[in-house]
């Protein structure tokens, strides 16, 4: 036995178990089609919700800033790193956003590394939604506050762990996605905020999934339910609707000051590079220009998500453009993604651990991409194949 063969048994399993990742590899820019594994396929899987990812105004932004700037930050935020775009960027975001402050970070999941162990330590205590995603889960766990887990979206249930729990701590905050990546459903953020207010603990929201798709023009969760200066911390990432890559921590002055002394992504890894900042900056001008893309969006979600019940399917408790088909096993949920693939159709299947045993699916990521035609092409693939696999 060498000391590495366990992780080929472990891979093994992987493979028994229908769990394991297959990785298609994209060869073409991203958009309503892609070259996938050199097939031309419908897309069904990106985050790429307002088809900013390959948009003409983001590309001619990062182009000039190109030729006028350069390629990369060349040091980490704090010593040499910052440039003009970078403020810039912030300054627009916090604007946009309606708050006052916003700081970037090189992804969503390095913000949630940053801002939460700047926030609680060992004395504190953490009250996370179960279904939270795996980067808060990591940030929590790096702070060293003690995590507790409420019921998914259960305010119920947060109020008693807190009432149970909060006295034995020196402070507190209450973290919660905003739009469940996996499931479509929004967080109550007004309930969880008069539970907030009431216990005095501070709250954080991780908006991935809303910004760009929630509130007025894609401002976000907080925007959705006119919560503006009412949650203390909003996290976004600009990798899923504005196109490009980059997180964001949005909310009062002194908490972003903090992060610039403290946020350990900030002081210890470099920034996004120059065409990443002026890509996502003509982002915020478009965001900013015009609801068009976002209400074309919801457009195509209410249109996809209809017709996909009409024809029988399980899609969960989705409220927003993500649509998770529901299929049970992940054998299941894999044969259906393969058989979907065939039919030209791309949209991958999700199983344990991303999502718990026996809730396995295929999530469709409705864009502002996709034309009408184009939705109604997946359809008729997901109704073929629903009927030959028994599920419809
Ligand atoms: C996708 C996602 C992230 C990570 O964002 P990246 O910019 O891709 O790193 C963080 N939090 C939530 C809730 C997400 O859905």
Redesign the pocket.
């Known amino acids: 036995m060498s000391k590495i063969d366990w992780i080929q048994q472990e891979i093994d399993g992987l493979k028994s178990q229908g769990l394991y990742n297959n990785i298609r590899t994209i060869g073409s820019p991203q958009g309503a089609w892609l070259t996938v594994d050199g097939k031309k396929v419908l897309n069904f899987c990106s985050?790429n919700y307002l088809g900013l990812a390959n948009h003409p105004a983001l590309v001619a932004a990062a182009k000039k800033s190109l030729d006028e700037m350069g390629v990369g930050p060349a040091a980490v935020r704090s010593i040499a790193g910052t440039m003009t775009l970078h403020t810039e960027l912030e300054k627009r975001l916090a604007q946009f956003k309606g708050v006052e402050a916003a700081i970037t970070?090189?992804?969503?999941?390095?913000?949630?590394l940053a801002i939460i162990p700047v926030l609680v330590g060992k004395e504190d205590v953490i009250f996370s939604d179960r279904l939270?995603?795996?980067?808060?889960i990591d940030g929590a766990r790096l702070s060293g506050a003690k995590i507790i887990p409420y019921e998914h979206n259960d305010v119920k249930s947060l109020e008693d762990q807190i009432k149970a729990n909060l006295s034995q701590y020196r402070r507190a905050l209450i973290i919660t996605?905003?739009?469940?990546?996996m499931d479509g459903d929004i967080a109550p953020l007004p309930d969880i905020y008069e539970v907030a207010k009431k216990y005095d603990i501070l709250l954080m929201v991780?908006?991935?999934?809303g910004e760009g798709v929630l509130g007025k023009g894609g401002r976000g969760i907080v925007d959705h339910f006119g919560l503006h200066g009412k949650v203390d911390v909003e996290?976004g990432?600009?990798?899923?609707a504005f196109g490009v890559?980059?997180?964001i921590v949005a909310g009062k002055a002194v908490i972003i000051e903090w992060l610039r002394q403290r946020g350990r992504p900030f002081l210890f890894s470099s920034a996004v590079t120059v065409p990443d900042a002026a890509a996502c900056l003509a982002a915020v001008d478009l965001l900013e220009d015009s609801t068009q893309l976002v209400d074309k969006l919801w457009e195509n979600a209410k249109y996809f998500k209809a017709e996909m019940k009409t024809l029988g399917f399980n899609t969960g408790v989705t409220e927003t453009p993500i649509t998770p088909v529901m299929l049970g096993e992940a054998p299941l949920a894999q044969q259906f993604s393969r058989e979907l693939f065939d039919a030209g159709v791309f949209a991958m299947a999700l199983g344990f651990p991303t999502v718990p045993q026996g809730k396995a699916r295929i999530r469709v990521m409705i864009s502002a991409a996709h034309a009408k035609d184009d939705l109604d092409k997946g359809l008729e693939a997901f109704k073929t194949v629903g009927k030959k696999l028994g599920v419809i």
Request: net charge negative; aromatic share 10%.
């Open positions: 985050n970070f090189q992804s969503g999941f390095t913000a949630n939270n995603h795996a980067s808060i996605d905003g739009v469940f990546s991780d908006d991935a999934h996290v990432t600009m990798s899923k890559v980059g997180g």
